[in-house]
């Protein structure tokens, strides 16, 4: 009885230690004073893996993401917005949808998403994009 209790506990413990690794807290992103962009990077390890941004805007204003990549990578990425209500936002890109704009915006906090393009070849590793707001 007290091995199963044991078991019990252990693979619960390794349950909630996985949650929380796979749990990922989304990073701010932050201007320097006086700039209207800044970059943000991150790291995938895969199609399932992706990585969350946070960021403030005023009402009335223009969101906008492009990825930034060296010109022999192929590392392209998906960028997903959700406004502050919740809802997907964001006119597409004929490509892996790396290029966002969101015009006029709502005042809050808009979540970015970066997950890795199912279109194209798949890949692990760093990726940058920038975001802009006018």
Do not use: H
């Amino acid at each position: 009885m007290k091995n199963a209790v044991a078991f019990s506990f252990l693979i619960l413990l390794l349950c909630l230690t996985a949650s929380d690794v796979s749990a990922q807290a989304e990073k701010r992103i932050k201007f320097k004073r006086g700039a209207i962009s800044a970059d943000a990077t991150g790291k995938l390890s895969g199609y399932d893996d992706k990585k969350a941004f946070v960021i403030k805007v005023n009402e009335g204003q223009t969101l906008s993401t492009e990825q930034i990549r060296a010109e022999s990578s192929s590392r392209y990425i998906t960028i997903l917005i959700t406004d502050p209500n919740g809802e997907l936002v964001g006119d597409s890109d004929a490509s892996c949808n790396n290029r966002r704009e969101i015009a006029p915006t709502v005042a809050g906090d808009y979540r970015i998403e970066v997950v890795e393009c199912q279109k194209a070849d798949p890949w692990r590793g760093k990726f940058k994009f920038r975001v802009t707001v006018r």
